[in-house]
């Protein structure tokens, strides 16, 4: 079973306005971490956000803000105010317990019109 | 603060040929370091991890190999590729319990024939 679910392939929005991508996770551990990051067309993975599975309030950064839903097991990307130079593809990933194994989806390519 | 290298940028190699793709980092010890590949749209997947010089982890079989000669070097290797072995390889570090994102490197765009 697939541990990180995309479900939007693409996504587009209007510059200035604010997008959410969405991530569903599947997991028994009780301790695990959610990240999210963007690719962009040059393809280095830029590190956005980062939520613990104990945190109790959603992770932000900026422009970036996590939808973290436990009970649904969702961690949703809220972009606000979006830049043309969003327009990336952008991965959730998740890490159980001790591993060190980051399992990705399979990402969501977001395109920002002017 | 820290940076990641890695090189070659991009690589055009002949099946069955050798393969060594090296990541280093500077500014940090004792990193945790790592190897994903990225086939073409598709996402990240696992393929090596270390967390120490010589501790090598392997998370998918296949006729890759890992190598961690100094603490902040990490080496990719094959003795022969395979077309299936192309791929976008990224490399990537993290400090356990200090902090638990992982930074990655620019990647290498490997291209098989």
């Known amino acids: 079973a697939q541990k990180i679910t995309q479900t939007q392939p693409g996504m587009f929005v209007q510059e200035k306005e604010a997008v959410t991508l969405d991530c569903t996770y599947d997991?028994?551990?009780?301790?695990?971490?959610l990240f999210w990051y963007k690719q962009p067309s040059s393809g280095e993975m830029i590190f956005l956000i980062y939520?613990?599975?104990?945190?109790?309030q959603n992770a932000t950064e900026g422009r970036y803000s996590l939808n973290f839903q436990k009970a649904r097991k969702s961690a949703n990307l809220v972009i606000s105010a979006s830049q043309l130079g969003d327009s990336a593809m952008y991965f959730c990933?998740?890490?159980?317990?001790?591993?060190?194994?980051?399992?990705f989806g399979k990402g969501t390519k977001l395109t920002v019109n002017p | 603060s820290q940076t990641i290298h890695q090189w070659p940028a991009t690589l055009v190699q002949p099946v069955g040929s050798p393969l060594s793709l090296e990541c280093t980092v500077e500014?940090?010890?004792?990193?945790?370091l790592y190897w994903y590949r990225q086939a073409a749209g598709r996402g990240l997947q696992l393929l090596f991890y270390?967390?120490?010089?010589?501790?090598i982890s392997s998370e998918v079989p296949q006729n890759l190999s890992a190598s961690r000669p100094q603490d902040r070097q990490f080496i990719l290797s094959s003795k022969k590729l395979l077309l299936s072995d192309s791929g976008f390889y990224l490399c990537?570090?993290?400090?356990?319990?200090?902090?638990?994102?992982?930074?990655f490197g620019p990647g290498t765009r490997l291209t098989v024939l």
């Open positions: 500014g940090t010890s004792n990193p945790n």
């Open positions: 997991t028994s551990d009780p301790s695990y971490g």
């Open positions: 939520q613990g599975s104990y945190d109790q």
């Open positions: 270390s967390v120490g010089i010589g501790q």
């Open positions: 990933a998740m890490r159980e317990g001790g591993s060190e194994k980051l399992v």
């Open positions: 990537a570090w993290s400090v356990l319990l200090a902090d638990p994102r992982k930074y």
